[in-house]
């Protein structure tokens, strides 16, 4: 008793009693009230309610065990392993159990039911009979339009990510060596765009890039073109999308890099008679490596995958994987090739991951 | 601690009975196409039975299906087409519709009903909703001006063609992205099967669209409806409700598209969209009332009128407006009839094949 209060100090209770308190409140009025109007204006059923209250209630309960035993195995005190211990519970939650959701489907067989796949488990008289199904990861070698769409999508990833560092780089360099009041503004403006809905954005791309759009009647009325250039529904239309709504992911780790470099450096190789030039290719790009790096894979990684800018910008011939994804599990109804599909696709993405973590643990350690 | 845990459960626990006792009858969900009732088909129904409607549309039989195998989609009334019927109805997706509570049911076309069979035996789960074809819709004064007076917009030649689709090019031709309801007019143009099986027939539908490839702008179900009315493509091959559709948003805008329909003499697909409730439904009973509001003849004719396609109630014929009910681009002529051609369920395997012929179509790979 007293050691699960401790990690909670006397105000944490308060706030969690208070927020019990409400949600209870809130909930009965929700039984007694004419057809509760709160919850269901936010979509939720009393059901719902309840079955998000006892997920949470679980929840909580398997953080506490997970940081009791943390705790004894680690001799930290309760409240720094439950602190130490929310990482990774969170990544248990939202990473490893849909993967392995998806990793058993992979396993499976199509099948016409609900869901569309073999149970890859089956117990029947005290025998416990597990069958992998290896066919969906072999049927992807058989067809070459799965290497295929993974090299386009890598392509399409790769362009973009050195697009994105030769656009975001100067812009990082010039936000750092703006004047400190002006820093802020800088940063609101490259993250207010990223507040409306991506998929708004996108939508106003194609009616800025079709043959009626406004880029196509710019360049008629000037007289510089006689006919309408053919952008949207190629994958140069899919490059401008991309570039566009990954830029702010490029240029925020390299601000925060290239702003805590150290001016006297760049001032005392100027003294010792190095150009402007010299000075930057061989202190601030080395310098900044990190923020390069940490740039680079916030932006190569999830263009990878991406499916709704080549969706709706890219043409016929956009090959991605995640379109082929898409076929598999819509057109196709085979939820194990699918699945297959992602889990290849993840392993592909593993090598940037572990690069931009390893990455990551360096910075941390350059600050300690 | 241990005080918030039993009030959390106790809570939880009230919560549950509560909400069993308390099943939301006056709650309906719908799923269906994207732009296809009427505008005040949903106020209506409130106003006569009382049962809220929250309304949800989806623009592809595949979506549609995804979430239905997936289970606890969580709709009442959901609007497959028959050529995906047949398997949804396979696995155990529906429930069968009982008919005693259904007394508008003796409105039903009884050919369409038959005709509906091949998906649903005994017609036991689904209702014909609207019906319609996959034809041509072209922009008026551009095709002409691409292809002279005699360009044939009533044929497949039209865009299978290479030496006219080429013409068509500059000013843009797209098709529907679904290669069940686009490949089998290609097969059907071969003079195969329209519903042939035979990799070798495919082959050479996928080798006939391969040559009219490098002039189809793009591939999409529902994009075309803007993009042929105010002029951004020339040619559509869609369902034909949306080119009507496209019509009169052009006409609207008065933007000078004039955007016309036809059916490729040649023969053409025919869609049926059925209603039919999930197995899950929380509200079969208000599911039940709301499919019969639909079988009352002036009610769906008026959604005729709104959507342009025709539906499947014998009685509702007389009530659709007339220029509707006389354009031979809605409701065929019997002639044209008989060249229509349904969808069927196809398994597994052939399912895959169209589907990988139609990335080497799209991709050019």
């Given amino acids: ?368 | 601690m241990k005080k918030i845990g039993k009030t959390l459960l106790a809570l939880s626990l009230a919560g549950m009975a509560f909400s069993a006792a308390q099943a939301d009858d006056k709650v309906l969900h719908v799923y269906n196409w994207s732009d296809y009732i009427a505008e005040d088909t949903i106020a209506k129904f409130t106003a006569e039975t009382g049962i809220k409607v929250v309304y949800d549309v989806y623009d592809s039989n595949e979506v549609l299906e995804a979430k239905l195998l997936a289970g606890k989609a969580g709709y009442d009334v959901v609007v497959p087409s028959n050529s995906f019927l047949a398997k949804q109805i396979k696995a155990g997706v529906y429930q069968p519709l009982d008919k005693s509570k259904l007394p508008n049911w003796k409105n039903l076309n009884p050919d369409l009903m038959k005709t509906l069979e091949i998906s649903d035996p005994g017609n036991q789960y689904a209702i014909p909703y609207l019906w319609g074809t996959i034809g041509i819709g072209y922009n008026a004064d551009k095709v002409k001006a691409a292809l002279g007076d005699n360009a044939p917009v009533n044929s497949w030649d039209l865009v299978f063609k290479p030496e006219n689709i080429a013409k068509l090019k500059g000013c843009g031709v797209s098709f529907l992205d679904s290669p069940t309801e686009i490949l089998p007019a290609a097969l059907h143009y071969l003079g195969y099967k329209s519903d042939s099986q035979d990799p070798k027939e495919l082959k050479e539908a996928e080798a006939l669209f391969l040559k009219v490839r490098p002039s189809i702008t793009y591939f999409h179900s529902s994009k075309y409806i803007g993009d042929l009315a105010n002029g951004n493509i020339c040619v559509a091959i869609g369902y034909s409700g949306d080119i009507y559709q496209a019509k009169s948003r052009a006409e609207e805008a008065k933007n000078g598209v004039k955007v016309l329909y036809n059916i490729p003499k040649e023969g053409a697909g025919a869609f049926f969209d059925t209603v039919a409730i999930p197995k899950d439904a929380e509200n079969p009973e208000g599911a039940l009332k709301f499919i019969n509001f639909l079988l009352k003849p002036d009610v769906i004719a008026e959604i005729s009128n709104y959507v342009s396609y025709p539906n499947g109630n014998a009685a509702a014929t007389e009530l659709v407006d007339e220029a509707i009910r006389t354009d031979p681009g809605i409701y065929p002529t019997p002639e044209v009839m008989k060249q229509l051609y349904a969808f069927p369920d196809l398994p597994a395997k052939v399912q895959r094949a169209m589907t990988r012929s139609w990335t080497a179509i799209k991709s050019g790979k």
Wanted: proline share 5%; charged share 10%; glycine share 6%.
């Fill in chain 1, 1 to 368: 008793m007293s050691k699960l209060t401790n990690p909670l100090n006397d105000r944490g209770i308060v706030v969690v009693a208070a927020a019990l308190v409400i949600i209870g409140a809130v909930t009965l009025l929700n039984l007694i009230g004419p057809a509760g109007t709160f919850w269901q204006a936010l979509g939720l059923s009393i059901n719902q309610i309840c079955t998000l209250l006892v997920v949470l209630a679980t929840v909580a309960a398997v953080y506490v065990g997970v940081a009791l035993l943390f705790s004894r195995f680690s001799h930290l005190n309760p409240g720094r392993a439950a602190v130490v211990s929310g990482p990774f519970l969170w990544l248990f939650l939202f990473f490893l159990l849909p993967f392995f959701i998806v990793l058993k489907i992979s396993f499976a067989e199509a099948d016409v039911a609900i869901p569309p796949y073999t149970e890859i488990y089956s117990y029947a008289e005290q025998k416990l009979e597990i069958i992998l199904n290896l066919g969906n990861y072999l049927f992807l070698t058989e067809d070459e339009l799965y290497l295929a769409a993974y090299l386009g999508s890598l392509k399409m990833a790769a362009i973009s990510t050195i697009v994105c560092l030769l656009i975001g780089y100067p812009m990082a360099y010039a936000m750092a060596r703006a004047k400190k009041e002006s820093q802020t503004t800088l940063l609101l403006l490259i993250m207010m765009p990223t507040w409306t809905a991506i998929l708004i954005r996108v939508y106003a791309w194609m009616g800025i890039l079709s043959n009626n759009g406004l880029l196509n009647g710019f360049l008629l009325d000037i007289g510089l073109i006689d006919t309408p250039l053919q952008i949207l529904n190629t994958n140069l239309a899919v490059y401008i999308g991309v570039v566009y709504s990954y830029l702010p992911f490029m240029i925020l780790p390299l601000f925060a890099n290239l702003v805590k470099h150290d001016n006297s450096l760049l001032e005392a190789a100027s003294d010792l008679g190095s150009s402007n030039l010299n000075n930057f290719w061989k202190i601030t790009v080395p310098l900044s490596k990190n923020g390069i790096i940490a740039g680079s894979m916030l932006v190569f990684i999830p263009v990878v995958g991406e499916f709704v800018i080549p969706e709706l910008l890219g043409g016929p011939e956009t090959l991605m994987i995640g379109k082929v994804l898409w076929q598999e599990f819509f057109n196709n109804r085979d939820w194990p090739v699918a699945s297959a599909l992602a889990v290849v696709m993840l392993a592909i993405l593993i090598v940037p991951i572990i690069l931009f973590n390893r990455n990551q643990a360096k910075e941390l350690e350059g600050k300690a």
